[in-house]
């Protein structure tokens, strides 16, 4: 089936320095986002994004983060600077509209030390 | 508060054997509800969704949904070793594109 690819699977950085998580979304899908899975908690909302722009936010999405999909490359999500409470894992999807399945990639393990 | 809760947290059943997994939301806007499965190192991949009151069946897995008491349900026929997982519900608002609110999730062994 389609598959969301997510690079790199796992990172760990410094707290303070800024991080760039990578996404290949399914190459049809027009709607992309980004949750968030602290250890032993449930899956959180962060963004969604279609055509360019965020279209919602929740409130976890921090003023230090931001998305985007240059010329339909990879969508990332950006982290600067990083604080110790942004480890977690980072999922990215993909959907082809706004209300269909959405497809969900293995997950990027961000440690903040 | 959860929106989405799940129950239970964990839960055993034989190879063979029915298993069922409960969601109830608080939120009387959420009207689209899917089931989610995570194997361990993977990322969630959907199930199944149900969107109107009653059961929707695909092969065997039976969801149902209960608009009234916000409760959905997930039941799995002749479960396998390979169904052993995590199970998410995920629900959304009528009027929210793409957002999903996800409950904690059921921890499913199957056992051989």
């Known amino acids: 089936g389609p598959k969301v690819l997510q690079i790199p699977s796992h990172q760990i950085i410094d707290m303070g320095q800024m991080v760039t998580l990578n996404c290949d979304p399914v190459?049809?899908?027009?709607?992309f986002y980004w949750y968030k899975q602290i250890l032993g908690q449930q899956m959180e909302f962060l963004v969604n994004?279609?055509?360019?722009?965020?279209?919602?936010k929740s409130k976890l999405f921090k003023d230090q983060f931001s998305v985007e999909r240059p010329d339909g490359s990879y969508f990332t999500l950006k982290i600067q600077p990083t604080a110790l409470e942004d480890s977690a894992v980072y999922f990215c999807?993909?959907?082809?509209?706004?209300?269909?399945?959405?497809?969900f990639g293995p997950g990027t393990r961000l440690t903040v030390l | 508060q959860q929106k989405v809760q799940q129950s239970p947290e964990s839960l055993s059943v034989p190879e063979g054997g029915m298993a069922s997994l409960n969601c109830t939301s608080s939120?009387?806007?959420?009207?689209y509800f899917w089931w989610y499965r995570q194997h361990s190192g993977e990322g969630p991949k959907a199930l199944m969704?149900?969107?109107?009151?009653g059961d929707k069946k695909e092969g065997r897995f039976t969801a149902h949904l209960n608009k009234a008491s916000l409760h959905v349900s997930l039941h799995i026929r002749d479960s396998q070793p390979s169904d052993s997982a995590l199970y998410f519900c995920?629900?959304?608002?009528?009027?929210?594109?793409?957002?999903?609110?996800f409950g904690a999730g059921t921890q499913l062994i199957v056992i051989p």
């Open positions: 190459s049809n899908h027009l709607y």
């Open positions: 939120d009387r806007n959420f009207q």
């Open positions: 994004f279609y055509n360019g722009k965020v279209m919602e």
């Open positions: 999807a993909s959907s082809p509209g706004g209300a269909d399945e959405q497809y």
């Open positions: 995920a629900a959304r608002r009528g009027s929210a594109l793409g957002r999903l609110h």
């Open positions: 969704s149900i969107f109107s009151d």
